[in-house]
């Protein structure tokens, strides 16, 4: 981990990751955000990952040994945040990759959909399954890249439940049965030489991509393609409904404690009626101290009594009696401002 306070990284990340490193992470206080991993070539398929290029917030680069993704966001909210803890949160993501979990990929391509880099003709890749349960990687990405949440959802909405994360038995056999002699005969020839590990990787990403095609034109027929104007405009719909859906929640919520509290005063202003001969007399008590203090006092009683007369239809002898209190204090100014303070006139 290198910090810069005055000044930036002079080095060139696209070349380091390709020479040396299979993860890097860079975060500026002013607001860019960036990540790109080094996966090897022979464990993915690259065609199928460039589906998300758009050279923006999803980059996808093949070299003769690697295929390096990157994923970048600028002009966020960052603040003075010094990028500690991004890379432990965001390093599953790479494993997820060599495992055939497209989504990371197409959160990047979403964050572009989202900043308008992209045409709104443009048409949508087909959304991988799980987009409705992230894991907690992929929801850090999604914070990372500065994803928008009712666009996300917006696009869940075409995405499948995320299956077995490993394929069954039965559908290895099948694949396995399909594929040609002289290839079953390769694979047989590296297991007996000991590439068992590497073996099982490259074996399982061929499996993916001839599932993932198998998919994608199932997918092709079954749900026409969203343009990107399309997907932005469901978002803002969302957004809508959700915006909605909260002001009414704080409108009820805001109603039901208004009855609390009404019902509370109602209660309260019941005990005062059974003491309000000795409340005038605590009025009169708390003036003569002369204090600021129980002047203060006084006048919230005397708004009390003010609105159990208006309750009890007594205006009128709540007026007679309080013009009697001001004649009895009128050499108090400091008692007689806090009345007029308290609309007690």
């Known amino acids: 981990m290198n910090t810069y306070n005055f000044g930036d990284f002079r080095g060139n990340p696209q070349k380091l990751v390709e020479k040396y490193f299979d993860a890097f992470v860079y975060v500026s206080n002013w607001g860019t955000h960036e990540l790109m991993f080094r996966l090897p070539r022979r464990f993915v398929d690259a065609g199928e990952l460039s589906r998300f290029h758009t050279g923006g917030?999803?980059?996808?680069?093949?070299?003769?040994?690697?295929?390096?993704?990157?994923?970048?966001?600028?002009?966020?909210?960052?603040?003075?945040?010094?990028?500690?803890?991004?890379?432990?949160?965001?390093?599953?993501?790479?494993?997820?990759?060599?495992?055939?979990?497209?989504?990371a990929l197409y959160l990047a391509w979403l964050a572009d959909a989202q900043s308008e880099a992209l045409g709104e003709d443009q048409p949508e890749p087909a959304p991988p399954p799980g987009l409705r349960n992230l894991s907690g990687p992929l929801k850090n990405l999604a914070e990372f890249l500065g994803i928008d949440t009712d666009l996300l959802g917006a696009a869940a909405e075409r995405s499948a439940d995320l299956g077995p994360t490993a394929p069954s038995r039965e559908q290895l056999s099948k694949w396995i049965a399909a594929l040609p002699e002289t290839e079953k005969n390769a694979v047989l020839l590296e297991l007996a030489e000991g590439e068992s590990a590497q073996l099982r990787m490259e074996l399982m990403r061929r499996f993916r991509e001839s599932q993932a095609q198998t998919a994608l034109r199932a997918e092709a027929v079954a749900t026409p393609a969203r343009t990107v104007g399309e997907l932005l405009a469901a978002g803002e719909k969302l957004r809508e409904q959700r915006e909605r859906l909260e002001a009414e929640r704080r409108k009820t919520e805001r109603e039901c404690e208004e009855r609390e509290q009404a019902a509370a005063r109602a209660r309260y202003l019941d005990l005062l009626a059974k003491r309000e001969p000795e409340t005038w007399d605590r009025v009169a008590s708390l003036v003569a101290t002369k204090r600021p203090g129980d002047y203060d006092q006084a006048a919230r009683f005397l708004k009390d009594l003010q609105e159990l007369a208006e309750r009890n239809r007594q205006a009128i002898e709540f007026q007679r009696r309080l013009a009697q209190l001001r004649e009895r204090y009128s050499n108090r100014p400091a008692f007689l401002r806090r009345l007029d303070e308290a609309g007690l006139s």
């Open 57 to 103: 917030s999803c980059e996808v680069k093949a070299t003769e040994q690697y295929v390096v993704i990157g994923f970048r966001a600028e002009e966020l909210e960052s603040g003075e945040e010094q990028g500690e803890g991004w890379l432990a949160s965001l390093i599953p993501l790479r494993a997820d990759l060599l495992n055939g979990d497209l989504r």
